[in-house]
């Protein structure tokens, strides 16, 4: 169980444009998506934590106009890298967490975003 | 916020021998702590997990302490094998999970 679907795996997108991620839950409720983002060799940096029906909380540094985080339903969420530039290149993985909060994330398994 | 610090970065042992890794955390608050295994590439496995009313887990080779008082937990893998050569990252839950910067560990054979 508590299984968490992210897509696309991977992109390529031109600098400019925008790319939308989704994560979905399929076997449980989410109530809380968290978004990171992953460099190589490096931590997973919290950039959004969102509630569903609410507006995402945004970690300092972290632009809301960029990264537009929609969480309308209780199995899906979805990040949108708007304007995307090279810098943007990184691994995104969004996870889950049901109604408990003392209780693991569940991890999409990432997407690889390459802005050329 | 929450401050998650890791220790060390690297950690290279012989098969068979011990590996311990250890995490601080800043906010007496917390009271998840997690910890995930992530292979290149690949999303994060939880393998194991405290809760702030425990001191002490264990699964089969894995352990995991916590100290409340001094803030900090730590994860101990007896036995190692190469197949648990990976990058582990320790968290800190209250209303968000934070994660250290993680240890790279290599099991050499």
């Known amino acids: 169980g508590a299984v968490v679907s992210q897509h696309p795996s991977w992109v390529i997108c031109k600098s400019g444009t925008s790319v939308k991620i989704e994560c979905r839950s399929l076997?449980?409720?989410?109530?809380?998506m968290f978004w990171y983002r992953q460099f190589p060799k490096q931590s997973l940096m919290l950039m959004a934590t969102?509630?569903?029906?609410?507006?995402?909380?945004?970690e300092q540094g972290v632009e809301k106009d960029k990264f537009l985080i929609n969480h309308a339903s209780l199995t899906l969420s979805t990040l949108t890298v708007t304007s995307a530039h090279p810098e943007d290149s990184s691994f995104y993985i969004c996870?889950?967490?049901?109604?408990?909060?003392?209780?693991?994330?569940?991890f999409g398994n990432g997407t690889r975003l390459t802005v050329t | 916020g929450e401050n998650v610090e890791q220790h060390p970065s690297t950690l290279s042992v012989q098969e068979g021998d011990s590996a311990v890794i250890k995490c601080t955390y800043s906010?007496?608050?917390?009271?998840?702590f997690p910890w995930y295994k992530q292979e290149l590439g690949k999303r994060p496995q939880l393998i194991i997990d405290?809760?702030?009313?425990?001191g002490e887990k264990k699964d089969q080779r894995i352990a995991v302490t916590l100290n409340k008082t001094a803030k900090h937990f730590s994860l101990h893998i007896t036995e190692t094998q190469p197949e648990d050569s990976a990058v582990y990252f320790c968290?800190?839950?209250?209303?968000?999970?934070?994660f250290g910067a993680g240890t790279r560990l290599t099991v050499k054979p």
């Open positions: 076997d449980f409720q989410a109530t809380t």
């Open positions: 996870s889950a967490r049901g109604r408990r909060k003392v209780s693991p994330l569940h």
């Open positions: 906010d007496s608050a917390s009271n998840y």
């Open positions: 968290a800190a839950n209250y209303n968000d999970m934070r």
């Open positions: 969102s509630n569903e029906g609410s507006k995402a909380t945004y």
């Open positions: 405290i809760r702030s009313n425990v």
